[in-house]
C-alpha cells in the first residue's frame, strides 16, 4: 500500500473548474482532495455579470461559495501548489510546496493556462535563445550554465530547485518570493541565489542570452533565462505527464468526457481550450469530477487486496 495518504481524486487549482469538480467527486463519495489557492484564480477579481443565475456577483463571493460547498461534501481542501507530480503505475505520486506527498487515483488538472509575460526588452527577440517558460521542457540544455529564474510563486521556486540539478549556478529573481516556508527553506539550502524585492529590467543578448539586468543595477551573467510567474502550467505538466496538447499547443487535449490521453487524468476550465468562460469552467468540472469519481472507484473494484500496482509505491 502507498506510504503517503491515498486519495481517488486529487484536483490541480482551485477557481471554478476545480471547485466544481471537487464538489461533483465529493457527492460520489470519492475521496477528493484540492490543491491551490484561491486568490490565484482569474476569477477572484473579477466582477460577474454573463453567468446564468447570477447578477453582478464577484468572483471572490463565488469562490469562496463554492469552498466552503467543497467542504461541506467531503473534499478536503490545501491552499497549496503542486510542485512535482510522477505517475508510478495506475497511480500518481505528488509533492507540494508546503511538503506534502500525496497519491491519487485519478488526477483533474484545472489550473487555467495564463502564461504571463515580461513585456522587458530582449523577452521576445530571444525566446529559443535563451529565454523558456518551462524549466521542464527546456532546463537540460543549460547543464553547466548558470541561469536565471524570474518569478515569485510555486513554479519559478520549484523551477529553480529542479535546475540546481542540472546547471552551474541558479538565480531567482522576484519582488516578492510568495511560497510555503518550507519551499523557501529549499530554494535557501539547495543554494539558489535570491534577489528579493527587484526588477527585471532587460534580457541581453545578441543571438544569444548573455545577461539580465536588475532593478537595483546589478547585472547577472546568465546563459539562460526561464519566466515563471504563476503556478505549474500547461506546459510543465504535459511535460512530465505525457499530456497531448491541442494544435495551438496552448492547451490540453480532451474528449467530451474531459479525459486526457493519459488514463485517469481529466482536465477542465481554461486549461481544456476556449472559449475562456466560467460558464463552460463550471460545466466541465462537473463532468470531470464524475468522470474522475466513476473511473477512481472502477480502480477500487478491480484490485484486490496487496495489487502488486499498489506496492509499487
Given at each position: 500500500?502507498p506510504d503517503?495518504?491515498l ?20 457527492r ?48 478536503e ?7 512535482r ?21 485519478t488526477l483533474?488538472i ?10 522587458i526588452?530582449?523577452e521576445k527577440?530571444l525566446?529559443?535563445?535563451g529565454?523558456?517558460y518551462c ?5 537540460g540544455?543549460?547543464k553547466?550554465e ?7 510563486q510555486s ?16 538565480h531567482l529573481?522576484c519582488?516578492?518570493?510568495?511560497v ?5 527553506a529549499q530554494?535557501?539550502?539547495?543554494g ?7 526588477k ?7 543571438n544569444?542570452v ?12 546568465v ?9 505549474k502550467?500547461v ?11 491541442d494544435e495551438?499547443?496552448?492547451y490540453?487535449?480532451?474528449d467530451?468526457r ?8 481529466f482536465a ?8 475562456l468562460?466560467?460558464a ?9 469530477g464524475?468522470e ?10 478491480a484490485?484486490?487486496?496487496g495489487?502488486e500496482e499498489e506496492?509499487?509505491?
Amino acid at each position: 500500500m502507498p506510504d503517503h495518504p491515498l486519495y481517488d481524486v486529487v484536483i490541480l487549482g482551485c477557481g471554478p473548474a476545480g471547485l466544481q469538480a471537487a464538489i461533483h467527486a465529493a457527492r460520489k463519495k470519492a475521496s477528493v482532495l484540492l490543491l491551490g489557492r484561491m486568490d490565484k484564480s482569474s476569477l477572484y477579481w473579477a466582477h460577474v455579470e454573463n453567468l446564468c443565475c447570477q447578477f453582478k456577483v464577484t468572483g471572490e463571493e463565488m469562490l469562496r461559495v463554492g469552498r466552503e460547498q467543497a467542504l461541506g461534501f467531503g473534499a478536503e481542501i490545501v491552499g497549496e501548489d503542486a510542485l512535482r507530480i510522477e505517475q508510478k503505475g495506475r497511480f500518481f505520486e505528488l509533492a507540494t510546496e508546503g511538503g506534502r506527498n500525496v497519491v491519487a487515483r485519478t488526477l483533474v488538472i484545472a489550473t487555467g493556462t495564463t502564461r504571463n509575460k515580461l513585456g522587458i526588452p530582449g523577452e521576445k527577440e530571444l525566446l529559443g535563445r535563451g529565454v523558456s517558460y518551462c524549466v521542464e521542457c527546456d532546463g537540460g540544455f543549460f547543464k553547466g550554465e548558470d541561469v536565471a529564474v524570474i518569478g515569485g510563486q510555486s513554479a519559478a521556486a520549484g523551477g529553480a530547485l529542479t535546475l540546481t540539478h542540472m546547471a552551474k549556478s541558479v538565480h531567482l529573481v522576484c519582488e516578492k518570493l510568495d511560497v510555503a516556508e518550507a519551499l523557501r527553506a529549499q530554494i535557501l539550502e539547495r543554494g539558489v541565489i535570491l534577489h528579493e524585492g527587484v526588477k527585471p529590467l532587460e534580457i541581453v543578448g545578441t543571438n544569444a542570452v548573455e545577461a539580465l539586468t536588475l532593478s537595483d543595477g546589478s547585472r547577472l551573467a546568465v546563459a539562460g533565462v526561464f519566466i515563471e510567474l504563476g503556478a505549474k502550467g500547461v506546459l510543465e505538466l504535459a511535460a512530465t505527464l505525457g499530456l497531448n496538447l491541442d494544435e495551438s499547443m496552448k492547451y490540453v487535449d480532451t474528449d467530451k468526457r474531459m479525459r486526457t490521453n493519459v488514463p485517469g487524468v481529466f482536465a477542465a476550465g481554461d486549461i481544456a481550450g476556449p472559449p475562456l468562460q466560467i460558464a463552460k469552467a463550471i460545466g466541465e468540472g462537473c463532468v470531470a469530477g464524475l468522470e474522475a469519481a466513476t473511473y477512481a472507484k472502477k480502480i477500487k473494484e478491480a484490485q484486490e487486496p496487496g495489487d502488486e500496482e499498489e506496492d509499487e509505491l
